[in-house]
């Protein structure tokens, strides 16, 4: 943690409730995301219990299990999860944006026009945190080698004991894509609610206590007449009655109580009814089961929604749309990767692509890094602490030129004054934050004493002796300077993943759909519960 | 697996070889009152790594003073709980692995270990089971164990065997899944768990949990191992010991399921520097006796102790919480409480405190951060950048100067930024600065 959020983090005890940590919104938020509360089986990998899930805060769709254990009901709702979410994935691939380029052939030096596709929309899919984010992801990893019944036809092979339900796969596709997106920093396709919240507050409690959503927002958003220390207690302890949680855990696991107290013995009727044959029972047994699933999940769909309104009341960074169109390309390439026929994302990234992912990851975070601080003075604040930047008002401009070369150039001298202390000598080449143009200049001086420092423009002005009107600031202008550039560089281009050298484990090898019974799912023993 | 269900019964207090117990045993138990007994188990000691600077525990867990009672009677349950569903799951698993008279088992261990094929036979030891009988299943574990030992060239499976571990001066009585006796003479350590290992990796949280207990058990082996061949324990793990007292692996069996499924699959765990970790953790619990010194005279956990005496009890053994407690240590609601009523800087996050120097309370270092700032000219370096003592005549030392002078920077910055932002709201359009 930085000192200025540790900074806040104290503000917020003093104040009795969270305080902000930017001053704008930094992740894009769709007009109409997917909210999805997961809940898994305890005990078991992967496996779901009940999903909540919808576009509409007031009816949310819910899919549950009155079994966990009975792999037949649990891919009956996958089947379910993919009838809800692969239209609404798939409905953004039809709207695109046309994009043209000149590309060169490199035999030839013929110059071509290419066209690509650029979806126009994507999806977004909201979760209360980073487990569910890492539940999806298992999911995806459980379900999308699996073979359905109808592909193995069409393939002429034995689908194996054990055929999943035909869309599951594709679920497990696009499921594994966006927990995939999600590792990327300042990407916006799968996001976790608390992280969302975390990134925009400093709460008066610790990063380990902010994963309790629940206790989050009770010190965000506490109730009328607590501080947000007593909402956020009452929310990690306060029970009922009977013994149950008032704010029941987000997820994906349930409350050992819960299992205990209200879930085992309705799992235990369920299956007495079933043992009997009584259809009739069994239903209303199933009934019960999905009302308790329901009851635990709609508190966290509410805080969701919640998060929600407190996120969208904050205006939105500048660099937005930028990133977001990021995660346009990385929809549209899977879309393209599917309509291609191309097999699911292997198991284990190949030593190319797991570089390239890593390449990528570490770009993305140097970009969020800038464009978060242009975009947000508290962000700023943190460089400028750090001595990586500077920022005050213009107190002196003075002409001055390059007469070295044929005809003068203009290379002024700003005087700022400002507390801070940039960490660099006489010389160092710094970059103008928020100028109307890209603009570099160096350090000449800096006086803390006097809270002075002087710079140079050295570019940006023109190609005339004088500077162009309004490329350089006025005194009493307010100015900001960092050391650090303000795009990210591109990485060393790696080998495509097809030219892996050995030494890396070589081109990657297909992985082909499986129904083996023991790889990736098999049946969990009708031991338990 | 069952040192992580909570709940179970406590097994009977333990009986010491020794006649009459040591002066410090005696002051435990007067601490301890009448209060149920909860005897140190792998997960106590392995959980001493997370926190081991912690006075309080240390002293509670020397006690055996029964943590999850003593939190709910200081009106702050421990949050921990196992669902039954995992509790099943996990049984069941263990079931399987050990089925078939553990052929599956000794084959993944053989894999797993590297050791040639065999058919030598396996040999399942009779072990006293009675929980109420503590002493007698550690004489029988150790009866086991030398017998095992005095026939090369056979497997023997020792299936939940009781062992001790004396420390400092109270016993430990703990419990490992399986110990397997191997044909070649050595003793491995075999957890059996029910995370997943998924794609040949898990979770490394709960890998290290495991490998942390693993590494009690090893310890206590090998105290068992020495005394069996009659010479003193080598304390260093990374130093294996000739002979008999050397038998103990120090490289564990985790067994877990794979993939998604029930099938077992196994990785060889090297235990060696929790090992390392866990011995001086031990090792400095013997300073209990130090801590029990600074007690006030009178001080108890017992029974009839009221609520009011027992906070005090509590209160008087010195806490180092950190918000990690709250998973790893039954108090952590309670400790968490009373830091936050001293406005302890702690609560914030490990590491906050290295941030703020000698700021120890969120009181004091907002006082630093708006000193500076209101003072004549404060934010402005024109007169900070001279002395800051001035501004800051309560300061003892130059540390606490300087940290407050880099809290009040940072208080500045962030209350510029967030009237710029104010400004920017306010006139949208253009930007006045
Ligand atoms: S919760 Fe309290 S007693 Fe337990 S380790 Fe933390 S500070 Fe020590």
């Known amino acids: 943690m930085s000192l200025l959020s540790t900074l806040a983090r104290m503000e917020a005890v003093r104040d009795g409730r969270a305080v902000p940590l930017a001053t704008v919104r930094h992740r894009h938020l769709a007009d109409r995301p997917m909210v999805l509360v997961p809940l898994a089986a305890a005990g078991e990998a992967g496996a779901p219990l009940a999903v909540m899930l919808g576009q509409d805060r007031e009816s949310p769709v819910l899919l549950t299990v009155p079994q966990p254990l009975d792999r037949d009901r649990r891919f009956a709702l996958l089947a379910d999860l993919a009838a809800e979410l692969l239209p609404w994935l798939e409905g953004f691939g039809t709207e695109v944006d046309l994009l043209t380029r000149e590309v060169k052939d490199p035999a030839t030096g013929e110059k071509t026009e290419q066209v690509r596709e650029l979806c126009t929309n994507a999806p977004q899919l909201l979760v209360p945190g980073p487990a569910a984010v890492e539940f999806l992801g298992l999911l995806g990893r459980s379900t999308r080698f699996r073979r359905s019944a109808e592909t193995a036809l069409d393939e002429g092979v034995d689908p194996g004991p054990y055929p999943v339900p035909a869309r599951v796969p594709l679920l497990g596709r696009w499921l594994t894509h966006l927990r995939d997106r999600a590792q990327v920093p300042g990407s916006s396709l799968l996001l976790a609610m608390t992280d969302l919240l975390g990134r925009h507050w400093a709460t008066g409690q610790s990063r380990l206590e902010d994963q309790h959503l629940g206790a989050l927002l009770a010190w965000i958003d506490p109730p009328a007449g607590r501080t947000g220390a007593e909402a956020a207690l009452l929310a990690e302890t306060a029970r009922d009655g009977h013994g149950q949680l008032l704010c029941p855990p987000a997820g994906p696991t349930t409350d050992p109580r819960f299992d205990s107290g209200l879930l085992a013995p309705a799992i235990t009727r369920y299956d007495a009814a079933r043992k009997l044959d009584d259809a009739v029972a069994a239903q209303a047994r199933e009934a019960e089961i999905a009302a308790l699933l329901e009851a635990v999940l709609r508190p966290t769909w509410d805080r969701l929604w919640q998060g929600l309104d407190l996120l969208r009341a904050l205006p939105a960074a500048a660099h937005l749309p930028e990133r977001w169109e990021g995660d346009r390309w990385s929809y549209t390439s899977h879309r393209d990767r599917i309509a291609a026929g191309e097999p699911p994302q292997p198991v284990r990234d190949d030593a190319v692509t797991a570089a390239r992912k890593l390449a990528q990851r570490e770009r993305e975070q140097t970009r969020l890094d800038i464009q978060e601080a242009l975009d947000d003075p508290l962000a700023m604040a943190e460089h400028r602490l750090a001595g990586e930047a500077l920022a005050g008002r213009v107190v002196a401009v003075e002409a001055a030129y390059d007469e070295t070369g044929r005809s003068p150039k203009p290379r002024p001298l700003v005087t700022v004054r400002t507390s801070d202390r940039p960490h660099g000598d006489p010389g160092r080449e710094l970059y103008r934050a928020g100028g109307p143009t890209a603009q570099k200049a160096e350090l000449v001086s800096a006086d803390p004493a006097a809270g002075l420092v002087t710079v140079r423009l050295l570019n940006g002005m023109g190609r005339r002796k004088e500077p162009e009107p309004g490329s350089v600031p006025e005194p009493g202008e307010q100015v900001c300077f960092t050391l650090f550039e303000l795009t990210a560089r591109q990485s060393a281009p790696l080998p495509e993943p097809e030219d892996t050298p050995w030494t890396h484990g070589g081109p990657p090898v297909t992985r082909t759909a499986t129904a083996q019974p023991d790889l990736p799912t098999a049946p969990a023993d009708e031991e338990g519960a | ?433």
């Open chain 2, 1 to 433: 697996m069952n040192d992580f269900i909570p709940g179970r019964p406590a097994p009977e207090p333990p009986q010491s070889p020794r006649l009459s117990p040591s002066p410090l045993e005696r002051r435990l138990a007067g601490l301890r009152g009448d209060a149920p007994q909860r005897s140190l188990d792998a997960r106590a000691l392995a959980a001493l790594a997370a926190n081991p600077g912690c006075g309080r525990r240390a002293v509670l867990d020397a006690a055996g003073v029964d943590k999850t009672d003593l939190a709910t009677r200081l009106g702050n349950p421990a949050p921990f709980g196992q669902s039954p569903f995992a509790i099943s799951r996990g049984l069941g698993f263990e079931r399987r692995v050990k089925a078939d008279g553990c052929t599956v088992l000794l084959d993944l261990l053989r894999e797993q270990l590297r050791l040639p094929e065999d058919s030598a036979p396996v040999v399942f030891a009779e072990l006293v089971d009675d929980p109420g009988l503590p002493a007698g299943r550690v004489a029988s574990a150790r009866v086991a164990l030398a017998a095992a030992a005095a026939r090369p060239g056979v497997w023997t499976v020792l299936d939940q065997p009781l062992l001790r571990l004396e420390v400092a001066g109270s016993t430990a009585h703990l419990e490992p899944d399986l110990v397997v006796v191997r044909p070649d003479g050595r003793w491995t350590v075999v957890e059996i768990k029910s995370f997943p290992i998924l794609d040949g990796g898990a979770d490394a949280v709960k890998v290290g949990a495991a490998a942390r207990q693993a590494a009690v058990y090893v310890l206590a082996l090998r105290e068992t191992a020495a005394a069996l061949a009659g010479v003193e324990p080598v304390r260093d793990p990374y130093r294996e010991p000739e002979g008999l007292a050397g038998a103990p692996d120090s490289t564990a069996l985790l067994v877990c399921p794979k993939d998604f499924g029930n099938q077992p699959t196994a990785a060889a765990v090297d235990v060696r520097k929790p090992m390392a970790v866990t011995r001086r953790q031990l090792d400095r619990l013997t300073r209990v006796e130090q801590l029990l010194d600074v007690l006030p005279t009178g001080t108890g956990f017992g029974r009839d102790r009221s609520d009011g005496q027992l906070a005090a009890a509590v209160g008087a053994l010195q806490a180092v919480y950190s918000p990690d407690c709250l998973s790893a240590c039954e108090l952590g609601f309670h400790c968490r409480a009373e830091a936050r009523c001293a406005g302890s800087v702690e609560t914030l996050g490990r590491g906050v405190r290295g941030e703020l120097g000698s700021f120890h309370t969120v009181e004091q270092a907002l006082a630093a951060a708006a000193a500076a700032v209101t003072a004549p000219g404060g934010t402005h370096a024109d007169t900070a950048g001279g002395t800051p003592s001035d501004t800051l005549a309560d300061t003892p030392d130059d540390g606490d100067a300087e940290s407050a002078l880099r809290l009040a920077r940072a208080a500045a910055l962030r209350a510029e930024a967030l009237q710029t932002a104010a400004l920017q709201a306010a006139a949208p359009v253009g930007g006045a600065g």
